[in-house]
């Protein structure tokens, strides 16, 4: 990872290198062209009480000779420190250097030990315990080297994850002046990502966008390619949601991430990345196309074994089914999804997932199972601090739920939070006429389907007006204009 974040080597993929069993110099070239590299570094590693011993050599296929070797001998203490030796001579002997300043996150190998073996269960949680026993490892780690940002700022992620967004941005405030006070860019880049999500996950998208552009500087300064790749796809999230007229940015801002990660091989990276192109799709209408972009970044999800983005991809499986009116595909994903996350801990996915689940009991006119799911939902979201449109979205499906039954809903509560929205969406406002029996969210509700399918393909806006919901806000407005 440190060389191929040089950003002038290109590093074989974790993933092709374990398929190769063994090999010796007599195969190097079989191997080079499987590989598709040139030079194969291997070395051995031996503890002795307090001390280790490590080798190394580069063996060049090209030239069929070792080009580079070394040899340390050292106190166990010093193994954290041994990360940056190796990369700084295996670029040294390929005659470059790496572009981004490289420090040891910490000294204290028993620290270093909690960090790996929390970051390793925090990567392959499958339930809360996972996230509890994460969090017990970072604390001892922390507790051992309280100059660990990274661990802090982990340790943040699991509270933000978990719906606690409060603890986690004042975990990332803290870690953002430590590493002002530290002089480490890489931290203060990092803190600058995290406190930006958590605005992002507020609707408070200003700032979070201040944020997520002083991390992207940063990156950019370094040369940091890694942390470019994610700036640009914060940034390009907000758009992307909010900003409708900047689809081509956005999707420029995604096809940059994409080929940093893939110069990279960074796989969770290209997994997002393809995603975020699929969702630009989705918004285009084009869904055929968004669900092909979606598999591919579900199948590198499964492929790593990301609970966390399995269970997100599915639910945008079913958001694709949902807006073509196919709720029985739409339910089966979502319940998949929330399958992953409930077990998982996750409050914001869980949120999301028994909402979606609420409003498809409600299109599939099941009002009981849709009251009682979209009621959880609100509790919910009132412990997450959400924001508005989310909130929104699951009000009007409730408060629909309740008037079918004939229950009373608060007519005070929705107002408000309309008034609070940024953006709201033609389904929500054709809902909302539903709702309140007020024809001006019809009439915005067809105007929105009007200026959509405009600005489609022909057949593409055929299609996207024959589906449930834009043709029955067509059918009304023609009734009742």
């Not at 041994?82 to 390929?94: C, F, H, P, V």
């Not at 790749?229 to 096809?255: R, T």
């Not at 639910?315 to 399958?339: D, P, Q, R, T």
Request: contains cysteine; aromatic residues 12%.
């Amino acid at each position: 990872t440190d060389c191929s974040g040089a950003g002038l080597i290109r590093v074989a993929s974790l993933e092709d290198i374990e398929k190769v069993e063994n090999w010796d110099r007599l195969k190097a070239a079989e191997l080079s062209s499987t590989l598709f590299v040139r030079y194969i570094a291997q070395g051995t590693l031996w503890k002795r009480d307090d001390m280790f011993q490590l080798s190394i050599e580069l063996y060049d296929t090209k030239k069929s000779k070792v080009v580079w070797s070394d040899r340390w001998e050292e106190n166990w203490d010093n193994l954290p420190s041994i990360k940056g030796n190796l990369s700084d001579g295996l670029l040294k002997a390929l005659d470059t250097t790496s572009k981004v300043e490289k420090k040891v996150d910490t000294t204290n190998p028993e620290a270093y030990e909690y960090l790996l073996k929390a970051r390793y269960r925090w990567q392959k949680r499958v339930d809360e315990e996972d996230i509890q026993i994460t969090r017990g490892l970072l604390n001892k780690a922390i507790s051992l080297d309280d100059d660990l940002i990274f661990a802090k700022n982990l340790l943040g992620t699991t509270y933000f994850r978990t719906g606690n967004s409060s603890k986690a941005l004042k975990i990332y405030k803290q870690n953002l002046m430590q590493s002002k006070k530290l002089g480490d860019k890489k931290y203060i880049s990092i803190s600058y990502h995290g406190i930006g999500g958590i605005h992002h996950s507020r609707g408070e998208n200003d700032k979070a966008i201040e944020y997520y552009q002083k991390a992207l500087i940063i990156a950019e300064e370094r040369d940091d390619k890694m942390g470019i790749g994610y700036g640009l796809l914060n940034i390009a999230a907000i758009f992307e949601y909010h900003i409708s007229e900047e689809y081509d940015n956005v999707l420029e801002y995604n096809k940059r991430a994409l080929a940093i990660f893939e110069e990279l091989e960074h796989r969770r990276g290209i997994a997002i990345s393809v995603y975020h192109i699929g969702h630009l799709n989705w918004s285009q209408c084009n869904y055929d196309k968004a669900r092909e972009y979606y598999n591919q970044s579900l199948d590198i999800a499964l492929e790593l074994n990301d609970k966390s983005m399995i269970s997100y991809f599915q639910l945008h499986f079913a958001e694709v089914y949902h807006s073509e009116g196919n709720y029985i595909e739409a339910k089966k994903y979502i319940e998949l999804s929330y399958a992953i996350v409930e077990k998982l801990g996750d409050k914001v996915r869980t949120f999301h997932t028994i909402s979606q689940l609420g409003i498809i009991y409600y299109y599939s006119g099941n009002l009981f199972k849709a009251k009682e799911k979209l009621e959880q939902a609100l509790v919910l979201q009132k412990e997450l601090e959400y924001y508005t449109e989310d909130l929104l979205y699951t009000l009007i499906f409730l408060n629909l739920t309740y008037k079918s039954l004939n229950s009373n809903f608060d007519i005070e509560e929705i107002n408000k939070i309309i008034k609070k929205s940024e953006k709201i969406e033609f389904e929500s406002n054709y809902q909302l006429y539903q709702l309140l029996e007020d024809i001006s969210y019809l009439k915005t509700a067809y105007n929105q389907v009007q200026e959509k399918a405009d600005n489609l393909e022909p057949d593409v806006a055929a299609k996207f007006l024959s589906y449930p919901i834009p043709k029955a806000i067509v059918e009304e407005w023609e009734k009742v204009k």
